[in-house]
C-alpha cells in the first residue's frame, strides 16, 4: 500500500506541505468513528493513528473526535503538531510507518469538523455593502453613517452551521412585495448565496477581557470557506430594525477543511487604504492584516464570479478586536465570518442579489453552488481552501 502513496507531490498541488489543512472523516468500515485528517494532496491522513505511531506528545489531542481539543490547545501546540505533520508526511524516513496512515480522499466522509459555539457574520465589504444599501434602501445613502467606523456584525444561528456537501432546504417564511397590501406565508422566492470566508476560533478569552488586533493569531486557528445562504425576500421583511433573523439562519454552509493560518503566512497582505481613520483600537496602519484569498463561484458547474478577499474593507483582525471590545469572551469553537466577499468588478460579486442588480434570477430548487478558493504559498505554490458546495433542496409542505 504505501507504494502507492504519491509522496512526492506535484509542485502545483493545491494540498502539499505548506497547506495540510484539517478535517473530521470517517471510512465505510468505520461510519462511527468520527477521526480527525489532514489533508495531503488527494489523500487524508488519520492524524491520530499516524501521531500514535510515532510515538507523538500530541496523539491524545489528534484522537478526538473533533479539532475542538487541539483548537483549545493554542498556537504554541498547533505549532508544534504542524510541524510534525511536516516532517512525518515529508521526511522520506517515515513513509513506512506513515504510509499506512493514508487513506484515499475519495474513500472517506468527512463531516463538520469542529462544534460550533457561537456564530457572528460581519459585512465588510465596501463594494457588497455600498451594491446592497442601494437595492435594500434606494432613497438613502447606501453605506450607514457607522459603517466606516466599525465592523458591522449581527448573531447568527451556530446550530444550523452545516458542512460543505449538506442539502439546502428551501426555507419558509414571512414575504411582503413592496406593492402587496399584507404579508403572505410561504417558500422564498428569492433564495440567494452568500460567499464568504470564516475565521474558526481556537483559544478562548475571558469574559470582561478584551483581544487586541494584534492577538488574532493567538486566537483564530484556521479559515474556512463559507456559504451564508440568505432568503432575500425573507430578509427584506423582517430585518428592520433588528438586522437579518429568520431569512439567513436556517443554513449556513462551510467547507470541511479548515486551513491553518500558519498556512496564509505568504497570503497576507496589507487591506485597502481606509478614508476615515478608524479608532485606536482598529487602526492597523501598515499591518498586513488582508488575505490574498481568491473565490471562485460555480452554480450548476457554471463560473458566475471571482471574489477577491484582498478588496475587504475591515479585517478578520479587526473583527476579532471589535467583537470583544465591550468584554464579550471568546470561546474554542466560535466562527465568525467575513461578510459577502465582494470586489469593484461586476465578475467579482459574490452574491445573487448583486449579479442580477436585484432582479433575479435566484436559486431553484436543484442548484448546485460551489465556492472554491486558493492563496499564494510560499516559492510560487498555491494553497487550496477546499470547496463548501450546497444543492437546493424544495420546501416542505406549507
Ligand atoms: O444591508 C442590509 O440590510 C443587508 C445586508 C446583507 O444581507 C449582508 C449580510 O448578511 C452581511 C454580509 O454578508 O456582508
Ligand atoms: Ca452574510
Ligand atoms: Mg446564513
Known amino acids: 500500500m504505501t507504494e502507492a502513496i504519491p509522496f512526492d507531490l506535484p509542485g502545483d498541488d493545491l494540498f502539499g506541505l505548506d497547506n495540510l489543512p484539517y ?10 468513528l468520527h477521526r480527525i485528517g489532514v489533508r495531503f494532496g488527494s489523500h ?5 493513528a499516524a501521531a500514535e505511531a510515532m510515538g507523538s506528545a500530541h496523539a491524545e489531542l489528534l484522537k478526538a473526535p473533533t479539532l475542538n481539543p487541539l483548537m483549545a490547545a493554542g498556537r504554541p501546540t498547533w505549532q508544534a503538531v504542524r510541524a510534525d505533520l511536516q516532517n512525518w508526511l515529508g521526511d522520506p524516513g517515515h513513509r513506512a510507518t506513515v504510509g499506512g496512515h493514508l487513506v484515499p480522499l475519495a474513500d472517506v466522509t468527512l463531516h463538520l469538523p469542529f462544534e460550533v459555539a457561537d456564530y457572528v457574520d460581519f459585512y465588510a465589504s465596501e463594494h457588497h455593502a455600498t451594491n446592497v444599501g442601494k437595492i435594500f434602501r434606494p432613497d438613502g445613502d447606501p453605506l450607514t453613517p457607522n459603517w466606516k467606523h466599525l465592523p458591522i456584525g449581527y448573531h447568527g444561528r451556530s446550530g444550523t452551521v452545516v458542512v460543505s456537501g449538506t442539502p439546502v432546504v428551501r426555507p419558509l417564511g414571512q414575504r411582503k412585495p413592496k406593492d402587496a397590501p399584507a404579508p403572505s406565508f410561504g417558500p422564498s422566492q428569492r433564495l440567494d448565496i ?3 470566508v470564516g475565521f474558526v476560533v481556537g483559544t478562548p478569552s475571558a469574559m470582561t477581557t478584551r483581544v487586541g488586533r494584534q492577538d488574532f493569531r493567538e486566537h483564530v486557528f484556521g479559515v474556512c470557506l463559507l456559504n451564508d445562504w440568505s432568503a432575500r425576500d425573507l430578509q427584506a421583511w423582517e430585518y428592520v430594525p433588528l438586522g437579518p433573523f429568520l431569512g439567513k439562519s436556517f443554513a449556513t454552509s462551510v467547507s470541511a477543511w479548515i ?14 487604504a481606509r478614508d476615515v481613520p478608524p479608532l485606536p483600537y482598529l487602526d492597523d496602519s501598515g499591518e498586513k492584516d488582508g488575505l490574498d484569498i481568491r473565490i471562485t463561484v460555480t452554480l450548476n458547474g ?19 478586536a ?3 471590545v465591550n468584554g464579550a469572551s471568546l470561546r474554542t469553537g466560535d ?8 470586489g469593484p468588478e461586476p465578475d467579482q460579486l459574490g452574491c445573487l442579489l448583486e449579479l442580477t442588480a436585484g432582479k433575479g434570477p435566484f436559486l431553484s430548487d436543484g442548484d448546485e453552488v460551489v465556492l472554491t478558493a486558493w492563496a499564494p504559498g510560499p516559492n510560487g505554490t498555491r494553497i487550496g481552501l477546499g470547496e463548501v458546495s450546497g444543492t437546493i433542496a424544495a420546501a416542505p409542505a406549507e
Open 23 to 32: 478535517g473530521v472523516f470517517t471510512t465505510s468500515g468505520a461510519p462511527d
Open 44 to 48: 487524508v491522513l488519520d492524524a491520530g
Open 194 to 196: 452568500e460567499a464568504e
Open 259 to 272: 486551513t491553518p493560518l500558519e498556512a496564509l503566512e505568504q497570503a497576507r497582505t496589507e487591506p485597502p
Open 302 to 320: 457554471e463560473q458566475v464570479s471571482e471574489p477577491p478577499f484582498s478588496a475587504m474593507y475591515w479585517t478578520a483582525a479587526q473583527q476579532l
Open 322 to 324: 471589535h467583537m470583544t
Open 335 to 342: 466562527l465568525f465570518a467575513s461578510g459577502t466577499v465582494s
